[in-house]
């Protein structure tokens, strides 16, 4: 079996770290790119930069429609989960039988989105935690970390499974299956809800919400509260919100989230993605989520590219904490 054909949808941060692994291992590699981004791409390749390696450039095909490429192996997603319909109506016809599509994005909800463009089973669930961005168009600028931990939803052992494990062997691409790949996707949502919400409503960083009993009370509870959500759905997720806590006080200390980042460049944000997906799966589960509601709402109201979800979100019925703050 050959090196595979890898699509990344999504050339930002995190795919194109990914996609500049892969490529290094000598993986044929496709990134869906537009604009200033695809043009640095095309003349002067994928360039990306690791602390004390210096700049590492790669070659890579770029597109503007993945429908152009043809059946892939393997397809990255790592589009903001607001796109994820869209990416997944484009990508569908490189998505064969046996084509392994794995999200790397936020939010419990993009796989069922993807599976159902593709007509493919249910995906490998997976998580990634890593620092990139891209520093200037056609370079990505790696922070650390970067890691993937996928499985199956199920948590069998599968041939899928075992066939990406050995892709990304190859490619150097630190990772991990987990036979209990849902309690590490709540485990990771319970903090992405509570801190990117926090961090971008206060405009602190990590230290300034934990160093205020008040934002630090408020992150516990809110970690707690999508943490019941994934119980109420038969996640027996561990509850480790303190030690999580005290992790990225330590760790993270200047650490401005992803949504905060978002937000001060005056991007669309994600929370619909983490609030509005714990908030849907707590009407499921009969759970109640105030606080994630709240925060939905709010983050609504600052969302640069808001007006359509503060639409959707002030038609709705307010009766309390089970109403969902936008659709599915």
């Known amino acids: 079996m050959g090196p595979p054909r890898v699509l990344v949808v999504g050339a930002g941060g995190v795919g194109g770290y990914y996609a500049g692994q892969l490529a290094g291992a000598g993986h044929e590699v496709t990134l869906v790119a537009r604009g200033a981004h695809a043009e640095a791409l095309r003349a002067h390749g994928l360039r990306v930069r690791i602390p004390d390696r210096g700049e590492q450039r790669h070659a890579v095909g770029v597109v503007e429609d993945p429908r152009d490429t043809g059946v892939a192996d393997l397809i990255l997603v790592a589009v903001k ?15 064969g039988p046996d084509t392994i599509v794995l999200s790397l994005q936020n939010g419990p909800e993009n796989e069922d989105v993807l599976a159902r463009a593709t007509g493919l089973p249910p995906l490998l669930l997976a998580v990634t935690y890593i620092g990139s961005e891209i520093a200037e168009p056609g370079v990505i600028a790696y922070s650390g970390a970067a890691e993937i931990v996928f499985g199956e939803p199920d948590g069998a052992s599968s041939p ?11 490619a150097g691409v630190k990772h991990r299956v987990s036979s209990r790949i849902r309690n590490v996707v709540w485990d990771k949502l319970a903090w992405n809800a509570a801190f990117n919400a926090i961090t971008s409503i206060t405009r602190r960083n990590i230290r300034g919400i934990l160093d205020d009993p008040a934002g630090h009370g408020l992150i516990r509870d809110t970690m ?12 027996d997720v561990p509850v480790r919100i303190d030690a999580s806590i005290e992790h990225s006080r330590r760790v993270l200390p200047d650490f ?21 997906a714990v908030v849907r799966a707590g009407l499921r589960a009969g759970v109640a989520t105030p606080l994630n509601a709240t925060f939905a709402r709010l983050l609504a109201t600052i969302d640069p590219h808001g007006a359509a979800l503060r639409a959707r979100s002030s038609s709705a019925t307010r009766s ?9």
């Open 81 to 95: 989960s607001y796109d994820t319909e869209q990416a997944a109506r484009l990508l569908a016809p490189c998505a």
């Open 320 to 328: 309390g904490v089970r109403q969902p703050i936008a659709d599915p």
């Open 224 to 235: 707690q509260e999508t943490l019941d959500v994934a119980h109420g759905l038969g996640i």
């Open 256 to 276: 401005r989230t992803s949504m905060l980042q978002d937000l001060e460049r005056g991007k669309r944000l994600e929370h619909d993605a983490l609030n509005g």
């Open 160 to 170: 899928r499974a075992r066939r990406l494990s050995a892709w990304l062997d190859g």
